[in-house]
């Protein structure tokens, strides 16, 4: 499965903040980190899972659809095979 491949989890996170027109700074308040932490998350492709949601919660985000999706693809794709 190439899962790891096709999502850069760091850079849908970023995405999502300029979307919701929120700052950096804004997220490190809700997050209870510094800035400096996020810069290194958004880099990463992969983070924790319990990360992951409270990404989710407070960005009202499912970022957990990407992988739900991306396993359905895939496992369509070696159905048909």
Same mark, same amino acid.
């Given at each position: 499965?190439?899962?790891?491949?096709?999502?850069?989890?760091?850079?849908?996170?970023? *995405?999502?903040?300029?979307?919701?027109?929120?700052? &950096?700074?804004?997220?490190? *308040?809700?997050?209870?980190?510094?800035?400096? *932490?996020?810069?290194?998350? /958004?880099?990463?492709?992969?983070?924790?899972?319990?990360?992951?949601?409270?990404?989710?919660?407070?960005?009202?985000?499912? /970022?957990?659809?990407?992988?739900?999706?991306?396993?359905?693809?895939?496992?369509? &794709?070696?159905?048909? &095979?």
């Amino acid at each position: 499965m190439q899962m790891e491949e096709e999502i850069h989890i760091g850079k849908l996170i970023r *995405r999502k903040l300029k979307e919701e027109e929120r700052t &950096v700074a804004w997220l490190a *308040r809700q997050m209870g980190c510094d800035r400096s *932490r996020l810069y290194l998350i /958004f880099k990463n492709q992969h983070i924790d899972t319990e990360l992951l949601l409270k990404f989710a919660e407070i960005l009202h985000y499912d /970022f957990f659809a990407h992988y739900s999706s991306l396993l359905a693809e895939n496992q369509s &794709v070696t159905e048909n &095979v």
